[in-house]
C-alpha cells in the first residue's frame, strides 16, 4: 500500500532563516505530487505541483521554491523565511481518482 | 478563476439532529472531494463525487453532487459527537494536473 512521509512534524524557525521540508512516497511510482499550505483557521492554498521528475509548477508567487531531485521526493525550501510563511504544510499525491494527504509539517516562524 | 464556497462556515447542532452542508463552485469540474479534518492533523478523504447525480454514503455522512447547479452537498444524519470536525469540500483545478481548489472549510460542533 502507498504511503506518504513527512519531516519535520513541527519546525520553529527564526525569521530569515533558511527552510527545508521533504516528502517521501512509498508504494507508488510516478505520483503527481502536490504541496498545499493552511494558515491557523484557513483552507488550504496549493503552492505547488509536479507531474514527474524536474517538473514544478509554481501557483502563487512568494519567497518559497520546490524540488523534485527523486521520482517519489518532493522537496519545499526557501532562503529566507518570512513570518507569513507560518502554518501547516501538507504534502498529497493522487492515486486513482483520490488525493490523499501526508501527515503535515507545522511550522512557527517566529 | 475557480473558487469554491462553503456554507455554512461553522455549525452547532445538538447530538441526534440532522443538518446539510454545502458546497458551490463556480466553473466546471470533472469531481469534487469531500475531505474531514480534526484539530491538529491531516485531511481524510471521506467521499469523491465523479458524476452529476452522484451519491455515496458512509456511515451517517451522505454526500451528493449537482454537475448542472455547480453544487455538493454533505448530509449528516443523526449527528453523534464524534463528528466534530473540520469538513472542507474540493473541487478539480484541472483534469490534467490533478490540483485541487478547495472551499474555506466548515467547522462542525456536535454538542451531547
Same mark, same amino acid.
Given at each position: 500500500?502507498?504511503?506518504?512521509? +513527512?519531516?519535520?512534524?513541527?519546525? &520553529? $524557525?527564526?525569521?530569515? #532563516?533558511?527552510?527545508? /521540508?521533504?516528502? *517521501?512516497?512509498?508504494?507508488?511510482?510516478?505520483?503527481? /505530487?502536490?504541496?498545499?499550505? +493552511?494558515?491557523?483557521?484557513?483552507?488550504?492554498?496549493?503552492?505547488?505541483?509536479?507531474?514527474?521528475?524536474?517538473?514544478? #509548477?509554481?501557483?502563487?508567487? +512568494?519567497?518559497?521554491?520546490?524540488?523534485?531531485? $527523486?521520482?517519489?521526493?518532493?522537496?519545499?525550501? #526557501?532562503?529566507?523565511?518570512?513570518?507569513?510563511?507560518?502554518?501547516? %504544510?501538507?504534502?498529497?499525491? *493522487?492515486?486513482?481518482? *483520490?488525493?490523499?494527504?501526508?501527515?503535515?509539517?507545522?511550522?512557527? &516562524?517566529? | 478563476?475557480?473558487?469554491?464556497?462553503?456554507?455554512?462556515?461553522?455549525?452547532?447542532?445538538?447530538?441526534?439532529?440532522?443538518? =446539510?452542508? %454545502? !458546497?458551490?463552485?463556480?466553473?466546471?469540474? @470533472?469531481?469534487?472531494?469531500?475531505?474531514?479534518?480534526?484539530?491538529?492533523?491531516?485531511?481524510?478523504? /471521506?467521499?469523491?463525487? /465523479?458524476?452529476?447525480?452522484?451519491?455515496?454514503?458512509?456511515?451517517?455522512?451522505?454526500?451528493?453532487?449537482?454537475?448542472?447547479?455547480?453544487? #455538493?452537498?454533505?448530509?449528516?444524519?443523526?449527528? &453523534?459527537? @464524534?463528528?466534530?470536525? =473540520?469538513?472542507? !469540500?474540493? &473541487?478539480?483545478?484541472?483534469?490534467?494536473?490533478?490540483?485541487?481548489?478547495?472551499?474555506?472549510? =466548515?467547522?462542525? $460542533?456536535?454538542?451531547?
Amino acid at each position: 500500500s502507498q504511503t506518504i512521509h +513527512q519531516w519535520p512534524a513541527t519546525l &520553529v $524557525q527564526p525569521v530569515g #532563516s533558511p527552510l527545508s /521540508l521533504e516528502c *517521501t512516497v512509498e508504494g507508488t511510482s510516478n505520483p503527481n /505530487l502536490y504541496w498545499y499550505r +493552511q494558515a491557523a483557521g484557513r483552507g488550504l492554498q496549493l503552492l505547488f505541483y509536479s507531474v514527474g521528475i524536474g517538473q514544478i #509548477s509554481s501557483e502563487v508567487p +512568494q519567497n518559497l521554491s520546490a524540488s523534485r531531485p $527523486q521520482d517519489r521526493q518532493f522537496i519545499l525550501s #526557501s532562503k529566507k523565511l518570512l513570518l507569513s510563511d507560518s502554518g501547516f %504544510y501538507l504534502c498529497a499525491w *493522487t492515486e486513482q481518482e *483520490t488525493q490523499y494527504f501526508g501527515p503535515g509539517t507545522r511550522l512557527l &516562524v517566529l | 478563476e475557480l473558487k469554491v464556497e462553503q456554507n455554512p462556515l461553522f455549525l452547532s447542532m445538538q447530538e441526534g439532529k440532522n443538518y =446539510t452542508i %454545502y !458546497c458551490n463552485y463556480s466553473t466546471t469540474s @470533472d469531481r469534487l472531494y469531500w475531505y474531514r479534518q480534526d484539530p491538529g492533523k491531516s485531511l481524510e478523504s /471521506l467521499f469523491v463525487l /465523479l458524476s452529476n447525480g452522484a451519491v455515496k454514503q458512509e456511515g451517517r455522512l451522505m454526500a451528493s453532487l449537482d454537475t448542472k447547479a455547480r453544487l #455538493s452537498t454533505l448530509h449528516i444524519t443523526a449527528a &453523534v459527537h @464524534d463528528l466534530s470536525a =473540520t469538513y472542507f !469540500c474540493a &473541487v478539480h483545478g484541472s483534469s490534467n494536473t490533478g490540483k485541487l481548489i478547495f472551499g474555506q472549510g =466548515t467547522t462542525l $460542533q456536535v454538542k451531547p
